[in-house]
């Protein structure tokens, strides 16, 4: 089986003496939700850029469902975040656009015929919740309402990865735990999730893989894991 997310002796260097990751070994099997951990400073934030090519390793090897990434072509990135859908701790939406529009822009960028938007947009609205809201402005959502459009908008290419950076960072601890019900309702699809979190609470809760970075190494690695820091 090909690793969906294997990143070989990766290290990122920004000056000479400061290192975002240090000489890192890594494999993440397709299907597998996995949490990534660490204080801030920890390298949690490089890893996730490394996987979207947002950054790229000083030395070592990145790839992605058997793509190697480490140099990506910049025309190829487009296809490479098709793959791998994200969700970040600020919900960037679109505030003149409606939950329907923010959830098509991502269809429209990519060149998608209008059939397939009417189509697509409509079956991830449901999947996270929001079939009933598709007609709303973003602020007339909730904060967790607000995470839902951008994990719809994540979704809409049928990703092989859902990589979420502190999804829940911005939300209760009501609104936080039906997201991660959400992703792992989506994991039971067959994606792979990639949870970065400083959340003890969520990680602990979970009884999934964590992986745990300090100064830029992997410390632990440990099947129904915890935080441990």
């Known amino acids: 089986m090909i690793d969906m997310i294997y990143l070989e002796s990766v290290s990122k260097a920004y000056t000479s003496d400061v ?9 993440i099997k397709p299907g597998e939700f ?14 996730a850029k490394m996987l979207i090519a947002e950054e790229q390793p000083t030395k070592g090897k ?5 793509w190697d990434i480490t140099n990506i072509p910049k ?47 409509p079956n991830v609205l449901q999947i996270v919740g929001l079939e009933g809201k598709h007609n709303r402005f973003p602020n007339q959502l909730s904060g967790g309402e607000q995470q839902r459009v951008v994990i719809a908008r994540s979704l809409v290419h049928r990703p092989k990865i859902l990589l979420a950076d502190e999804p829940t ?11 991660i019900d959400l992703l792992l309702k989506i994991n039971t699809f067959g994606t792979t999730v990639v949870l970065v979190t400083h959340n003890r609470e969520v990680v602990n809760a979970l009884r999934r ?6 100064q830029g190494d992997i410390i632990s690695d440990h099947e129904e894991g915890k935080y441990l820091l």
Do not use: C, W
Not at 19 to 27: A, E, P
Not at 169 to 179: C, S, V, Y
């Open 62 to 66: 990145v790839t992605i469902g058997g």
């Open 19 to 27: 290192f975002g990751l240090r000489n890192i070994s890594l494999r």
């Open 75 to 121: 025309q190829d990135v487009p296809y490479l975040r098709r793959q791998i859908g994200v969700v970040f701790q600020d919900f960037k939406l679109l505030p003149k656009k409606t939950v329907y529009e923010n959830v098509a822009f991502a269809l429209e960028v990519a060149s998608e015929p209008s059939k397939r938007i009417r189509e697509v947009v």
């Open 169 to 179: 960072g911005n939300l209760d601890t009501m609104n936080a735990q039906e997201i």
């Open 209 to 214: 893989r964590v992986i745990t970075l300090s």
């Open 34 to 47: 996995v949490s990534i951990v660490g204080h801030s400073g920890a390298g949690k934030t490089t890893l």
